[in-house]
Nanobody, 123 residues
Framework: EVQLQASGGGLVQAGGSLRLSCAAS????????IGWFRQAPGKEREGVSC????????RYADSVKGRFTISSDNARNTVYLEVNDLKPEDTAVYYC????????????????WGQGTLVTVSS
């Protein structure tokens, strides 16, 4: 059984930082793309960033470029998302997911999803 455990969310002030983690069991990252998505209240789910574990290719949504950094520790089957210079509009539930399509931010290509971790940014 594949399980993805997202953690690291919390309440921070604007300009602050967090480190989100996505730990996987029942799957090895080597052949997959791991993505981070977020969904704010009343809004559609948005692809934030992804990393192809096989070659380290990364992608970012324009809204987070330069502020968020994704990385993968394949030995620990864990993907991290460093979120810096947080803004109130970054407030959302953040989800990690696994895809067998390389470097995609299209949620329809993701086959396993974890539960979310809430990030709340106060102004």
């Amino acid at each position: 059984e594949v399980q993805l455990q997202a953690s690291g969310g919390g309440l921070v002030q604007a300009g602050g930082s967090l480190r989100l983690s996505c730990a996987a069991s029942g799957i090895t990252f080597d052949d997959y793309t791991i993505g981070w998505f977020r969904q704010a209240p009343g809004k559609e789910r948005e692809g934030v960033s992804c990393i192809s574990s096989s070659d380290g290719t990364t992608r970012y949504a324009d809204s987070v470029k330069g502020r968020f950094t994704i990385s993968s520790d394949n030995a620990r089957n864990t993907v991290y998302l460093e979120v810096n210079d947080l803004k109130p509009e970054d407030t959302a539930v953040y989800y990690c997911a696994v895809s067998n399509v390389a470097a995609t931010l299209l949620s329809g290509f993701y086959i396993f999803w974890g539960q979310g971790t809430l990030v709340t940014v106060s102004s």
